[in-house]
């Protein structure tokens, strides 16, 4: 098994939370990782975004060329990657940002309100956790669990209290895709 993905979205959107999240996840799960972020100088408001592999085998190199999976959380990130997924490939779109459709009918493709699901928690900052529980409830690229125990080890002990909320979301977004089926 290997997982190519590209998360990308705009600076605080917590794009490099969410790849860092899944690494810790894959690494806590015995699987090889890499975790490659990207961002432009302006930070908050500017794009981002990372490459994470999550591989039983060891990883030759942290660059994603052809992803398995793209995460877009906003327009330009939809824009700048859609064709960097293979043909096969997953698209998840936050479709609370994007308003146009994928392009592409080669993929598999899913959109996920993340921010409106995010605000009905009460807390608009979960969303990328809402579109990761949708990732993992379609490839399975790791348990529940053990992506919490990655947001547990990505917070730390000082934001231990936001675990339930994040958990909430990562499960509502698990919710949407099995609704979908």
Known sequence: MQQQLVISGFGGQGVMSLGQVLTYAGMMDDKQV?????????????????HVIISDDPVGSPIITEADTLIAMNTPSLDAFED??????????NSSLISRKAKRTDVDVHYVPANDIANELGNSRVAGMV????????????????????????????????????RAAIEKGMELVRAQA
Request: charged share 20%; net charge positive; aromatic share 6%.
């Open 131 to 166: 579109i990761l529980g949708a990732y993992i409830e379609l490839t399975k690229a790791v348990s529940l669990d053990i992506l919490v125990e990655g947001l547990r080890k990505v917070l730390g002990e000082k934001k231990e209290k936001l675990i339930p909320i994040n």
């Open 34 to 50: 890499s975790w490659l972020p990207s961002y432009g100088p302006e930070m908050r408001g500017g794009s981002a975004y990372c």
């Open 84 to 93: 960097m997924v293979v043909p096969g490939g997953l698209l998840l779109i």
